[in-house]
Nanobody
């Protein structure tokens, strides 16, 4: 099983990027997908989580109204669309998959809730120039 986040890069403040989370050896439909980020010298934090089949999404406050997420079952891929990027958004972004939707979502709804997703992908770097 391999999960891979891709699509990162360098963008100016106010710009947009779309990250992809793809999987091999794993069908993503039954899994909640979380996006996390880790800035240098800081802990990894949750950004948002979309439930299996896309019925529910929770965002951390700092990205509400700017980040959206979507699922493409045919491509076995989940997309994170990031708009109006700010320097504070710069980080390595990771996607993760978990069977337990409510627990996965809880990592975003309650930032202090510690829970380890089933699968984690390699990260992709997002750099935002000011």
């Amino acid at each position: 099983v391999q999960l891979q986040a891709s699509g990162g890069g360098l963008v100016e403040t106010g710009g947009s990027l779309r990250l992809s989370c793809s999987a091999s050896g794993l069908t993503l439909d039954p899994y909640a997908i979380g996006w996390f980020r880790q800035a240098p010298g800081k802990e990894r934090v949750g950004v948002l989580c979309i439930s299996s089949r896309g019925g529910t999404t929770y965002w951390t406050d700092s990205v509400k109204g700017r980040f959206t997420v979507s699922r493409d079952g045919a491509k076995n891929t989940v997309y994170l669309q990031m708009n109006d990027l700010e320097p504070e958004d710069a980080a390595v972004y990771y996607c993760a998959a978990d069977r337990m939707g409510p627990l996965a979502i809880a990592t975003i709804r309650s930032p202090g809730f510690k829970y380890e997703y089933d699968y984690w992908g390699q990260g992709t770097q997002v750099t935002v120039s000011s």
